[in-house]
């Protein structure tokens, strides 16, 4: 069972923000490790930049698909 849109909401951005920190401390390269695509600490930092584009994109799709229908 897949958690809903809300509880989503609440959480990816609380489970990046933990993974953000948990990079902070043990890396001691923290600010300049975040470019590597291999570190936690850039995956903490895309995730949250990712989600709201992808469902802008997929609303603006879906408005796209009704606009051409409806006319």
């Known amino acids: 069972m897949l958690p809903s849109l809300p509880t989503l ?3 990816v951005p609380l489970l990046s923000l933990a993974g953000l ?4 401390s043990v ?3 923290f600010p300049q490790g975040c470019t590597s ?3 936690l600490c850039f ?3 895309l995730l949250p930049i990712t989600i709201p584009v ?3 994109f997929h609303l603006w799709t879906w408005m796209g698909i009704k606009l ?3 006319n």
């Not at 920190?21 to 902070?24: G, L, N, V």
């Open 68 to 70: 051409f229908r409806h």
């Open 54 to 56: 992808y469902v802008f």
């Open 43 to 45: 995956y903490s930092l």
């Open 21 to 24: 920190f948990y990079s902070a």
């Open 9 to 11: 909401t609440v959480l």
């Open 37 to 39: 695509t291999h570190s």
């Open 27 to 29: 890396d001691e390269t």
